[in-house]
């Protein structure tokens, strides 16, 4: 199974107005950590900067005006990708994870058609795996307990850190990982318990 875990930091909440500052991941291939990749790039001309976007994200103007072109990124990037996955196999792509996946989603998607590219479908399956869902299913009950469904608030419940600071996306990227690692810990848990009481109920 291949896994792509991937968190924007962006100008804005629009991905058609807006741009993606900040691209970070993970690739997970079989369970095993494959590659980490953190790319900081400017938006395209024309897209905007919203203010609130760069006090949540701790960046300034200045500071994106000096990262790297989005279509180098991009170019990056596919080169990675290609490293594992066969853009032209229809069966071999990468599983697109993300905490509010759907955020996450349609950035990447615009990024790419914005660089010319219509083939995103070509690297990753539909749908997007979203955490935020996971969790609130794994939750349950507790959900009605929680001052929010933001990702650290998340993860305090799952009892998972990391080092960093939030909006950072390489940080939240580690932290949806280990929360969606606690979520399957727990479905594994659960179908564990349930099969020894079907044997029980069988050996009756």
Not at 100 to 109: E, K
Not at 136 to 152: H, Q, S, V, W
Not at 176 to 194: D, G, N, P, S, Y
Request: hydrophobic share 45%; glycine share 6%.
């Amino acid at each position: 199974m291949k896994r792509c875990y991937i968190d924007v930091e962006t100008t804005g909440t629009n991905p058609v107005k807006h741009g993606i500052i900040q691209l970070a991941g993970k690739i997970v291939i079989d369970g095993v950590e494959r590659q980490i990749f953190d790319f900081k790039m400017r938006p395209f001309p024309g897209q905007e900067i919203e203010e609130d976007a760069l006090k949540v994200t701790g960046t300034t103007r200045g500071m994106i005006e000096g990262y790297m072109d989005p279509r180098e990124a991009y170019r990056r990037l596919l080169a990675m990708l290609g490293t594992y996955v066969g853009k032209y196999d229809k069966i071999d792509k990468f599983h697109f994870i993300a905490y509010n996946a759907s955020f996450d989603d349609a950035f990447v998607r615009q990024w790419f058609l914005n660089c010319g590219d219509k083939y995103f479908g070509s690297w990753f399956w539909w749908p997007a795996i979203d955490v935020a869902v996971l969790a609130a299913e794994a939750i349950g009950p507790d959900r009605a307990l929680m001052p929010n469904f933001k990702l650290t608030t998340v993860a305090d419940w799952f009892k998972v850190s990391a080092d960093g600071s939030a909006h950072d996306a390489l940080y939240d990227i580690t932290i949806t990982q280990k929360v969606h690692a606690a979520i399957e810990t727990r479905v594994r848990e659960k179908l564990f318990v349930a099969a020894k009481l079907l044997a029980c109920q069988t050996d009756k």
